[in-house]
């Protein structure tokens, strides 16, 4: 069973509600029923009860017929008719006096659970010995109510106190706490509580149920004003909590931002050593395009002079076929033996075919491998060219990560705008910031 607290304090004083003459929002009707009365006592028929004969002995000792009450003893004081409800006198006296009495609340003693079973056992003992106890206090009135959301007692009772002057038995919540041992003084009735409240625990305490230090007074608050308070107080504490979430939120949006600035300088660090890299890049690649249209050009070049003499040489050959092979010319006996003879045109023709086409054949060997050089630097231009196409393809990725990081941290910077305005809504800007220092002196240590 957990922990409980006790409830003793002043209740606003409705006869009609706690008879159930009507029912408030908060009242199930289908358990009115399991309510226990204790006593239910026309206040008229108590007041009578009490003072009725005080007064006829007081109007005995009266010689003037003005000195009289000619009146009930609660309309001579209250100067109004009989109310359900409680009526207070121009001396400050009340008619009634209420007493509300709870163990636990709604979220651990509910009606209807084993728990609120054994809160009304106890409050029902406590009641039982109510009027033993305050004698001074007269119980026309007393409910138990199991139609609402916690086990409560409603206690009214009128307070009767003895005096030498005037007449001798009268209303008077002083002089009835006096009598009971209570002395005098505005903590009277403060005194009185805290004892009832002792008696209360130690019945619990017989039933196995722990009572809790007891919170704050209510002090004059009507049950209503103080179930209000009860109600802001639990809010207050909601607040205080979601305020303490919201500095860990703050505190890590602070962080993360940090983060993210430290993140971000980096990053555009990154970028500009990329773009710098990017700029000579370009300015590699830009001179590649050169080279390699310089090479482009030397190579259309060196192919078509390697065609022109190409022809050149098949046109030489062509000439060359139309000479006799030196083996097939025949040779004549000449003065000089049998040596070949060729006319100086033919020999000229020969030998001029012959160095042309020795030095058609040394020039096409030249040709061809200058075109396999300029083939294979073009190859490997090609292969920087994907290389820093491929740089170029990374820079972009960066940059599109660079873009998500700022809206990343545009987003941040929004939400923790806010967490700041709520923060100062609620006026603890400056315990953030205390927080935040002492935070931060602590990372520093």
Known sequence: MSEKRISHCQGKGSLAHNNRKFNAKNVDDTRTKDNIVFVQQPIEEAYEHLFGAAIERYNARQKRADRKINTSYYEHIFKHKVSQSVVTSADKRKSFYEDVVQIGDMKNTGVGTPDAEIATACLTEYMQGFQERNPNFYVFNAVLHLDEATPHLHIDYIPVGHYKMGVDTQNGIAQALKEM?????????????????????????????????????????????????????????????????????????????????????????????????????NAAVAHLDEEIAEKSSALSQATAELADKQTLLETSARKVTKLKFIDEIETGKTMFGGKVTLSKEDYGMLTDLSKKQIAAENRESELTAEIERLKKENEEAAKKNAALEQKEQDYYKIREELRTTKNELGSLKTLYKKVLEFIESLKLTQKLQEFLKQRTRGVKR
Not at 181 to 196: F, H, L, N, P, V
Not at 222 to 246: D, G, M, P
């Open 181 to 281: 041992g209570y002395g005098s003084g505005k903590d009277t009735i403060s005194r009185w509580r805290e004892a009832e409240c002792k008696v209360l625990t130690e019945i619990c305490s017989r039933h196995g149920i722990q009572i809790a230090a007891p919170e704050k007074s209510r002090g004059s608050l009507t049950v209503e004003q103080y179930k209000e308070y009860a109600k802001i107080t639990e809010q207050v504490e909601e607040k205080k909590e979601e305020v303490a979430r919201l500095d860990e939120q703050a505190e890590y949006a602070g962080s993360l931002l940090k983060h993210r600035e430290e993140m971000r300088t980096q990053v555009e660090s990154v970028i500009d050593e990329l773009d710098e890299q990017y700029q000579e890049k």
